[in-house]
T-cell receptor, first 114, second 115 residues
Framework: RKEVEQDPGPFNVPEGATVAFNCTYS??????FFWYRQDCRKEPKLLMS???SGNEDGRFTAQLNRASQYISLLIRDSKLSDSATYLC???????????????FGIGTKLQVIP | NAGVTQTPKFRILKIGQSMTLQCTQD?????MYWYRQDPGMGLKLIYY???????DKGEVPNGYNVSRSTTEDFPLRLELAAPSQTSVYFC??????????????FGNGTRLTVT
């Protein structure tokens, strides 16, 4: 089983739609969680951190469910400019305590259609 | 702040040639990383460093070497380039806090073709 799993999509949604992505992680010791956005042939950029209580940033809402080991990203009122690949990222401290292990999911591709 | 700067942006190598991909960051981050991303695929960790003088292998280190003589710089060396090393290479840095809740900051990437 992969450490971080995402549905690669693509998700094709009309403008104005609400779309949700899920990501599951296998290591219960994982400590911090992020969503990144990656545009075609560009570097990944941090979209938002994911907190245990859930957090919102404008049209974007992130949720964490530690019991079920998944995180989610909800995008409301989709815009054409939201078209990108969304990467789920999980951090954990290594057993030795000296390294922050960062694991990326393969990403979910979103295409917002006019 | 420039953040994470990678050079060159593009490079074409012939099989068997060598080159160094440069990466520098001005955020005083301890942790630095090299990833490669093949078309339509996810990021794969090549090497990482938790501080000056300390480096370690990631999941795909074969064919690469790194050094970390300063906090700012983390060059990636390709020896004897092979077509399988055609990819986009991203350098990243982070400054983990005590709770390891620190995102990565990426450079713009280097697009390498080996023919």
């Amino acid at each position: 089983r992969k450490e971080v799993e995402q549905d690669p999509g693509p998700f094709n949604v009309p403008e104005g739609a609400t779309v949700a992505f899920n990501c599951t992680y296998s290591n219960s010791a994982s400590q911090s969680f992020f969503w990144y956005r990656q545009d075609c042939r560009k570097e990944p950029k941090l979209l938002m951190s994911v907190y245990s209580s859930g957090n919102e940033d404008g049209r974007f809402t992130a949720q964490l469910n530690r019991a079920s080991q998944y995180i989610s990203l909800l995008i409301r009122d989709s815009k054409l400019s939201d078209s990108a690949t969304y990467l789920c990222v999980v951090n954990k401290r290594t057993d030795s305590g000296g390294y922050q292990k960062v694991t990326f999911g393969i990403g979910t591709k979103l295409q917002v259609i006019p | 702040n420039a953040g994470v700067t990678q050079t060159p942006k593009f490079r074409i190598l012939k099989i068997g040639q060598s080159m160094t991909l440069q990466c520098t960051q001005d955020m005083n981050h301890n942790y630095m990383y090299w990833y490669r991303q093949d078309p339509g695929m996810g990021l794969k960790l090549i090497y990482y460093s938790v501080g000056a003088g300390i480096t370690d292998k990631g999941e795909v280190p074969n064919g690469y070497n790194v050094s970390r003589s300063t906090t700012e710089d983390f060059p990636l060396r390709l020896e004897l380039a092979a077509p399988s090393q055609t990819s986009v290479y991203f350098c990243a840095s982070s400054a983990p806090d005590r709770r390891y809740n620190s995102p990565l900051h990426f450079g713009n990437g280097t697009r390498l073709t080996v023919t």
